[in-house]
């Protein structure tokens, strides 16, 4: 069965970094988009970024990019976010999700969802 893992989130001050980790299994992961979303208390879920674990073409959400990078493992099936520069703001659940094709999707097409990754930031 597909399984997403989400993990490496925490308290971090704000200016501070973290690495999510989302860990994949339970399909081929060449065949599949991952993407990253958060969502905040009493807000939407939030696009971040997704990308083709093939060949590690990435995209991101015009107002995620300079401070977000995401990044494939594929020998480990996992991707990560790397978040720098972090803000108030960025407090959120971060979510990994899995998508079947090799184009970033919306976030509808997204068929898997990991559990989430509480990231909180203080000021």
């Known amino acids: 069965e597909v399984q997403l893992q989400a993990s490496g989130g925490g308290l971090v001050q704000a200016g501070g970094s973290l690495r999510l980790s989302c860990a994949a299994s339970g399909f081929d992961f060449d065949d599949y988009v991952i993407g990253w979303f958060r969502q905040a208390p009493g807000k939407e879920r939030e696009g971040i970024s997704c990308?083709?674990?093939?060949?590690?073409?990435?995209h991101y959400a015009d107002s995620m990019k300079g401070r977000f990078t995401i990044s494939s493992d594929k020998a480990r099936n996992t991707i990560y976010l790397q978040m720098n520069g972090l803000k108030p703001e960025d407090t959120a659940i971060y979510y990994c999700?899995?998508?079947?094709?090799?184009?970033?999707?919306?976030?509808?097409?997204?068929?898997?969802w990991g559990r989430g990754t509480q990231v909180t930031v203080s000021s």
């Open positions: 999700a899995a998508a079947d094709g090799l184009v970033c999707p919306p976030a509808a097409f997204y068929d898997w």
């Open positions: 990308i083709l674990s093939s060949d590690g073409t990435s």
